[in-house]
């Protein structure tokens, strides 16, 4: 009988033992194994959410790309590579008949290496640009910083006050050497109004105009239609390449003269 039991409780022992031998060597490792596969998963998931994400944000830019490329040409209509002086001639003569005045001539000059305004701390413009106090020979004021117009009011009318200046915005990527300013002087003749109109178009067309000076006079001439002589003096504005070799400024372009025959 206590033989039936030693074997007896033998056997429990070794099946007990298998069972914790099973748990060690085969069961524990296959939980840790899934474990580890499932926090794989879970870290996998969450970079897919994040890859998707980046993907429906490169979806939206590349449906707004239209709407950025129609941007790109509007702007670089307005401040384009080169010079690009026909065409803001021909946009000149398109204005002449538009609003009904008559051309005298335009005078260009050497194109001017841009300077940035420089804000100082109390929020206004200073520093090297041109038309500042301290400013540097040859350099050109930023299209921000625009000078009320001068005139000599017709009779019984006097122009509109123009609002105050925002104040200037720089940028790393404007210098020197990628952005130049050609000085224009345009001549004409007509009514009043005309004139006015005329100033405002060419402020608001598709090329940028800085107006920095404006002069109407009566006019000496009785065949002038209207009575009065205008002279509007402003900035074209251009982009340009340098070699990047050079390191040097941008080169000035030349200047002329064109007048109309009489």
């Known amino acids: 009988m206590k033989s039936t039991n030693i074997w007896l409780i033998g056997a429990v022992v070794l099946a007990v033992a298998i069972v914790v031998g099973g748990w060690f060597v085969g069961i524990q490792p296959q939980l840790g194994a899934t474990a580890s596969a ?38 670089r209509e307005s401040v384009p590579a080169g010079s690009e002086l026909p065409a803001f001639v021909d946009q000149l003569n398109a ?28 929020g206004s413009a200073g520093g090297s640009s041109g038309g500042s106090s301290g400013s540097s020979s040859g350099s050109t004021p930023a299209p ?17 006050t123009p609002p105050a200046g925002a104040p200037p915005v720089a940028n790393s990527l404007v210098t020197d050497k990628n952005f130049v300013a050609t000085p224009l002087t345009v001549n004409i003749q007509g009514p009043y109004a005309n004139i006015l109109a005329f100033v405002k178009g060419v402020q608001t067309g598709k090329r940028l105009f800085l107006v920095t000076n404006l002069q109407i006079t009566k006019s000496t001439d009785a065949s002038v239609p209207g009575g009065f002589d205008a002279t509007v003096t402003g900035l074209i504005y251009s982009m340009v390449e340098t070699p990047a070799a050079s390191g040097g400024t941008a080169a000035p372009q030349s200047g002329g003269t064109v007048t109309a025959s009489k």
């Open 38 to 75: 499932e926090l794989q998963r879970v870290q996998v998931d969450a970079e897919n959410v994040q890859h998707q994400a980046e993907l429906d944000k490169l979806k939206a830019d590349y449906g707004q790309l239209p709407a950025l490329k129609a941007d790109l040409a509007a702007l």
């Open 95 to 122: 204005l002449y008949v538009s609003t009904g005045v008559s051309f005298v001539g335009y005078t260009t000059a050497a194109a001017q290496p841009y300077a940035p305004v420089q804000p100082t701390a109390s």
């Open 144 to 160: 921000t910083a625009t000078p009320a117009p001068t005139a000599t009011p017709a009779p019984g009318a006097a122009p509109a």
